[in-house]
Each structure stands twice: as structure tokens, then as C-alpha cells.
């Protein structure tokens, strides 16, 4: 079992930055692929950002391509999400998760690929 915690979340005006962390405890002795994803009212959870278990390989969403970077301290098992240029669009709960996985360069898209989510944490970004 893995646990999740993000924090980092909050109010921000429309151009600001914010840096959302997740902290992973329990069997992080495994390789786990992790990424986040945010839902915002009345819309479906989406797929932000996603790294590989190694870190050497990561993807992230058009919407957020050149504004939003995806990263992880392995030594500290916790993985960041700096966000850049954020835009109201962008409200919404932000979730990470995780997925264990013996391929350290693979990295998930799709929510259901993952087992391991932590309870979410609100952004807001005001016009």
C-alpha cells in the first residue's frame, strides 16, 4: 500500500505560480509511476501530468504543455508540480496518484491505470 498526501494548494491570482507537492509513505520501496490529475466543478477528472518511476521520462497535457513542469525526488519520495502562468481555467482539485510498476521509464495517461490516490488539493485562480 501506498499513501498519498499533496499539499501546496490555494489562491492565486491569474498569472501566478504555485508548486503543489505529494508525498508518498508506506511501500514506496517499489517503483511506482505517478502523476496528477485535477477536476474542476460539474467536469470530469483530467489527466495534467505524468513521470515515470525513474523520473527520465514524463508527459503532461496540452493545456498545460509550457506552463505546468512535472517532477520527483526519489530520495525524498515525493513528486512536484510547478505550475506557471496559471490562468482561471486551471481551478479545480488537483490529485496525484501513483501505480506500481517494474517499468521505470513507462508512464500512465489514463486515471484507471492508477491504484493509489491521495485526497486532492484546491486550486483557485482568480481573474
Known amino acids: 500500500q501506498v499513501q498519498l498526501v499533496e499539499s501546496g494548494g490555494g489562491l492565486v491570482q491569474a498569472g501566478g505560480s504555485l508548486r503543489l507537492s505529494c508525498a508518498a509513505s508506506?511501500?514506496?520501496?517499489?517503483?511506482?509511476?505517478m502523476g496528477w490529475f485535477r477536476q474542476a466543478p460539474g467536469k470530469e477528472r483530467e489527466f495534467v501530468a505524468a513521470i515515470s518511476a525513474s523520473g527520465k521520462t514524463a508527459s503532461s497535457a496540452n493545456s498545460v504543455k509550457g506552463r505546468f513542469t512535472i517532477s520527483r525526488d526519489n530520495a525524498k519520495n515525493t513528486m512536484y508540480l510547478q505550475m506557471n502562468s496559471l490562468k482561471p481555467e486551471d481551478t479545480a482539485v488537483y490529485y496525484c496518484a501513483a501505480q506500481t510498476t517494474y517499468l521505470t521509464t513507462t508512464y500512465y495517461l489514463n486515471s484507471n491505470q492508477y491504484s493509489y490516490w491521495g485526497q486532492g488539493t484546491q486550486v483557485t485562480v482568480s481573474s
Open positions: 508506506g511501500r514506496t520501496s517499489n517503483n511506482y509511476a
